[in-house]
Every structure is written in C-alpha cells, then in structure tokens.
C-alpha cells in the first residue's frame, strides 16, 4: 500500500508515541518537569484567548509543525513510570494528568484536523475517539477515556469537578484549552479561572427570566458535582462572588434548570 509521505511522517511519529516508553525506561531513572515548560511554550505560541476571554482557539498547524517539541514532551510523559507517580504530589498528579490528556488530544488532532470537522470524526461507528487506545501511560497503551475517568475522576483521589473546565475536547463549546499549561504551583489558581471564564461565557450558561441555561456538561457530570456541593446549582453558587454581575440567583428555589446546544466543531483557529 503507497502511503503519502506526509500521512507516513505522522503514522510514524504517532507510533513512536507507543513504542517510545520501552526505550526511555530502559535508559535509566527519569525525573519528570514538573513545569511542563515544553508544553507550555507550545500552548503560549498556538493557542489564543478570545477577545472576550470566554474561549479559545488553536493554531494545529503550528502544533503539527513543531512537532519534535511536541513529541519531546509526550516522550517524557511516556517514561514516568506508575511507582514514579504515586511519588508526586496530589497537585503535581493532577495536572500531570490534565496536561497528559490535553496533549495528547492535541497531537491527535493536530495529525488529522485539515481533513476533518470534528474530533468526533476520529472515531468509527462502533467506538467512539474517547475510547481508542493509542497513548503510553505508565507502560500501558490507554486511550483518553481511561485517563479521563479512571485517574483524573477516579473516586477518592482528586474529587474535583473543576477538572472538566481543564480537560479539553478539541471542540467550540468544550471549555477552552489555556494558553498555558497546568502547573502544580499555579494549579487552584488556574481551575479557578478556567472555572469562571467558562460560567461567564454567555454562548454556554446564561440566566434567562427564571430559567438557567447552562452547558451539557454539568448533565453528563452531574454526579462529581453534586458529590462536592449537593447538586449543580449549589456547585455553580459557590461562583457567586464571580457571577454576581452575570446572575441573580437570590430565588434560586425556583430556578428551572436547561441545558445549552453542544458545538463539536473543532476549535481551530487558521493562521494568515
């Protein structure tokens, strides 16, 4: 079978990402950056904040074409070893996990985003791009989903709803990707603001007359909110310093609660 040999550049890179661990391991012991300064630069060179602040968008092209950057730092997530984690910090474990996820969304994408509409359009009928296994965590092939639900939502270790405020779909109305990537220093202070800049954004959740229109993502997680603060109103409540120029939610006992239309298209934004 002919391959282009663009499309073969970037099957190979994305295979490297799974074959990569074996040999980073067997090279010694490894310490892992926690500043995420590969990373970070990339996000600061390719991602931009809206001109309200509310979302973002993502220059793929640039990603793709530093890529050596890129793969660097997904090679350095791949040698952290599962015993090497448990070492961390619980706020060095969570954006090490927010970052991993992130980044590998991105280069996923980034490989695939001039031929397609969506991130949706990465998956097949039967399975969705969530659930592809395709990424090296801890000596393991895993997909996003695992990451996603099985360490970042893992029950009793980080119970932090903020999280899907950080973890990024690659999607319009999926909370936006910083231009800066999770450090365990900054790490409250960021999932606070992502938190706010997300409520505030009136594409997403707005109060109209005694209705809450709020986005789908409070539905689909309806339990890790209501596990913190006792259901999703008192949960976005606790926002009520941030959001008192946005809602009046002095009545809130007889707010009715709806949800806002998901835009899956991807957050792309196309360089001059």
Known sequence: MNLDPLAYRYAKCASLIVVTISCLLMSGAHAFDHTHDQFNLLLEKYVTWD????????????????????????????????????????????????????????????????????????????????????????????????IEHKLIREQGRFDEPRIHMAVNCASISCPALRPDAYQPSRLEDQLHDSTVRFLTDNSRNHLTGGTLFISPIFKWYKADFQKKSGSVLKWIMGYSSALSKKFNLDNRQNIIIKYTDYDWSLNTHHPE
Request: aromatic share 16%; glycine share 4%; no cysteine.
């Open 51 to 146: 001109k309200n602040g509310h979302n973002s968008t993502v220059n793929y092209f640039g990603f793709r074409e530093d890529q050596t950057t890129m793969m660097n730092y997904l090679e350095n997530i791949a040698a952290v070893s599962k015993n090497e984690f448990n070492t961390f910090s619980k706020e060095e474990q969570l954006a090490f996990l927010i970052n991993t996820y992130n980044a590998y969304t991105i280069f996923w994408v980034s490989q695939h985003h001039e031929t397609i509409d969506s991130i949706k359009d990465l998956g097949s009928l039967f399975k969705s791009p969530w659930k592809h296994k395709r990424f090296s965590l801890f000596g393991n092939v895993i997909s996003l989903d695992f």
